[in-house]
């Protein structure tokens, strides 16, 4: 089954300022974020059932060597995952969902 992945704009908005702060940090470092993000969304449109729910029905994946934890939910009868924000691990999750 081919799943549609859908990256929302506020997830979108995540990536951009992450990739800024490790842009400052370092030139290229963003760059390298921006490749573990698309890394493990990779993954996540291909098996999205790989991760649990953590937040009612956001699924969290964490990426490699940043820490990030992306927050999708997978509607499998449509066959799509969404992608709802892309979040530091000290930044409060529960408070980032309000739709």
């Known amino acids: ?3 549609t992945l859908v990256v929302t704009s506020r997830a979108e908005t995540d990536l951009v300022a992450a990739f800024e702060w490790y842009e400052e940090r370092s030139p290229g470092l963003g760059r390298d974020f921006i490749r573990c993000v698309d890394a493990k969304l990779a993954v996540v449109g291909h098996s999205p059932q790989l991760f649990r729910k953590r937040l009612g029905e956001y699924r ?10 992306i927050y999708f939910i997978w509607d499998e009868a449509a066959a799509r995952v969404s992608i709802r924000r892309i979040l530091h691990f000290s930044q409060h999750a ?6």
Do not use: N
């Not at 969290?60 to 934890?69: E, K, S």
């Open 60 to 69: 969290l994946a964490a990426t490699a060597r940043f820490p990030h934890a």
């Open 1 to 3: 089954m081919k799943l």
């Open 94 to 99: 529960p408070a980032y969902f309000s739709d």
